[in-house]
């Protein structure tokens, strides 16, 4: 039953992890990131059924070793052609979402997940590696906001001026 539930509930955790690396992301530049990053985080299981060349769930789960889409060449790959087309937050999103899926994957104990194919054998990192990278994304995700420019979101408004007052303010002199 628990082996069940875990496999019915894989899509539900990795959204909820890619909710949680995007969100810094979230009060500077909207939901949109928000989005981009969970939906990067679900479609990745697309390979699946193309790996287990079969569209039963027993034989997703039951695959010796994850797809080598499952490394971060690919989620590199992902991030940069969502830079191209959407821009650097969402393609930073996508890239967040996605390494968090893959650490996920490798921090359980099944199949082993192919994170730096071609160059290594697949492996699982276990739990405190996926956390800590988890929580690494997280943070980087909060740097990018930081750092990034960029509009606010519509709906809230920057402030005009941070001293007070601004260019209509200030008094003409003849």
């Given amino acids: 039953m628990t082996s069940r539930v875990q ?3 894989d899509p539900l955790q990795h959204a909820l992890l890619a909710v949680l690396v995007a969100a810094p992301l979230v009060p500077r530049f909207g939901r949109g ?3 981009t990053a969970v ?3 679900w479609l990745i299981d697309v390979d699946h059924p193309f790996a287990a060349r079969s569209l039963r769930l027993a034989d997703w789960t039951s695959m010796p070793v994850r797809p080598r889409t ?3 060449v690919v989620a590199a790959g992902a991030g940069a052609l969502v ?3 959407a821009g650097p937050v969402h393609g930073w999103a996508a890239l967040a979402g996605l390494a968090s ?3 996920h994957d490798a921090g359980d104990d099944s199949a082993p ?3 730096l194919w071609p160059g290594a054998p697949a492996r699982q990192l276990g739990r405190r590696r996926q956390l800590a990278g988890t929580a690494a994304l997280a943070l980087a995700s909060a740097a990018v906001a930081r750092v990034s420019g960029g509009a606010a979101p519509r709906g809230r408004r920057r402030p005009a001026c941070v001293h007070g007052g ?3 303010a200030r008094r003409r002199t003849a």
Avoid: E, M
């Fill in 7 to 9: 496999v019915y509930s």
């Fill in 83 to 85: 830079t191209a087309a």
């Fill in 113 to 115: 997940t192919p994170l």
């Fill in 70 to 72: 499952h490394s971060i």
């Fill in 39 to 41: 939906a990067a985080a």
């Fill in 101 to 103: 899926h893959l650490l």
């Fill in 166 to 168: 601004g260019g209509a």
């Fill in 33 to 35: 990131p928000l989005v």
